[in-house]
């Protein structure tokens, strides 16, 4: 028997995952991989038949159980309820990956306290409770992979995204300060920064001239990332190759914060 472990660091079999906005875009791409990598899964969306088509896609590809529920995880009640239903349905919990996010573009003079605000709901609130409720599952058998996606707008600013890049920013502390609080119950919390990656909340823009341009110039690889280019990092932050990993980031952004 060989003494080092090798690929089988990479593997999740029997392992339950937790994928928030787990329908679409990164959360979708996300879920799959930790799929391929043997884990079931529990997909969220606010949509559940989105959450369900999605569940029921990964499953008929890798020989797993996927299941896709509702809940708006900005809501206490509901986010208990999706750990109270991850019980239910595999009586273990051991990766939550917090992918639930949105965005609102514009400069301070036109956005409303409102519209901070939303974005502060969906990306900060909603993952400080899934991480206090899928906290408390993990510390029982004293073992969980937490992984936040934070971004490279939490590490570097942009204009005209003051609510994004306040919440990114707000995620990355949440990240270090809860990978110290969960280390002696051996839960590991990090995050995943990606850059530009071409998701449906970023469609809309990608077409946009001067959007070109700027991708091209903020990164060194000079084009948008694709969704599989997403998947190792989330494989290897929720497996036990990165068991010596807490409190950090991890970016994924074409080269984006080396400049």
Same mark, same amino acid.
């Given at each position: 028997?060989?003494?080092?472990? /090798?690929?089988?660091?990479?593997?999740?079999?029997?392992? @339950?995952?937790?994928?928030?906005?787990?329908?679409?875009?990164?959360?979708?791409?996300?879920?799959?991989? %930790?799929?391929?990598?043997?884990?079931?899964?529990?997909? @969220?969306? *606010?949509?559940?038949?989105?959450?369900?088509?999605?569940?029921?896609?990964?499953?008929?590809?890798?020989?797993?159980? +996927?299941?896709? @529920?509702?809940?708006?995880?900005?809501?206490?009640?509901?986010?208990?309820?999706?750990?109270?239903?991850?019980?239910?349905?595999?009586?273990? %919990?051991?990766?939550?990956?917090?992918?639930?996010?949105?965005?609102?573009?514009?400069?301070? /003079?036109?956005?409303?306290?409102? =519209? &901070?605000?939303? $974005?502060?709901?969906?990306?900060?609130?909603?993952?400080?409770?899934?991480?206090?409720? $899928?906290?408390?599952?993990?510390? =029982?058998?004293?073992?969980? *992979?937490?992984?936040?996606?934070?971004?490279?707008?939490?590490?570097?600013?942009?204009?005209?995204?003051?609510?994004?890049?306040?919440?990114? /920013? +707000?995620?990355?502390?949440?990240?270090?300060?809860?990978?110290?609080?969960?280390?002696?119950?051996?839960?590991?919390?990090?995050?995943?920064?990606?850059?530009?990656?071409?998701?449906?909340?970023?469609?809309?823009?990608?077409?946009?001239?001067?959007?070109?341009?700027?991708? $091209?110039?903020?990164?060194?690889?000079?084009?948008?990332?694709?969704?599989?280019?997403?998947?190792?990092? +989330?494989? &290897?932050?929720?497996?036990?190759?990165?068991?010596?990993?807490?409190?950090?980031?991890?970016?994924?952004?074409?080269?984006?914060? +080396?400049?």
């Amino acid at each position: 028997m060989t003494r080092w472990p /090798g690929i089988a660091q990479f593997q999740l079999q029997d392992q @339950v995952a937790v994928v928030t906005g787990g329908s679409k875009g990164l959360g979708e791409a996300m879920a799959a991989a %930790l799929a391929s990598a043997g884990a079931n899964l529990l997909l @969220v969306s *606010r949509n559940e038949s989105e959450a369900q088509a999605a569940a029921a896609a990964i499953a008929d590809e890798y020989p797993v159980k +996927a299941v896709g @529920v509702a809940a708006d995880v900005s809501c206490e009640d509901q986010v208990a309820a999706m750990v109270a239903r991850c019980r239910d349905e595999f009586g273990r %919990l051991d990766i939550l990956i917090n992918n639930a996010g949105i965005n609102i573009r514009g400069p301070i /003079g036109e956005l409303s306290l409102e =519209e &901070f605000r939303r $974005v502060q709901s969906i990306n900060v609130d909603a993952t400080w409770l899934c991480c206090k409720h $899928v906290s408390a599952v993990m510390k =029982e058998r004293r073992y969980g *992979r937490i992984i936040n996606m934070a971004s490279t707008l939490g590490l570097v600013g942009l204009a005209d995204r003051t609510p994004y890049a306040s919440s990114k /920013g +707000a995620v990355v502390q949440l990240t270090r300060s809860l990978g110290l609080e969960l280390a002696a119950d051996n839960i590991l919390v990090n995050a995943i920064c990606p850059g530009p990656f071409l998701t449906p909340m970023n469609v809309p823009i990608a077409e946009d001239e001067q959007t070109k341009k700027f991708i $091209v110039g903020a990164t060194a690889l000079e084009r948008w990332g694709q969704m599989h280019e997403i998947q190792g990092a +989330a494989i &290897f932050l929720a497996s036990p190759a990165a068991s010596y990993m807490t409190g950090s980031m991890l970016t994924v952004d074409g080269g984006w914060t +080396a400049r």
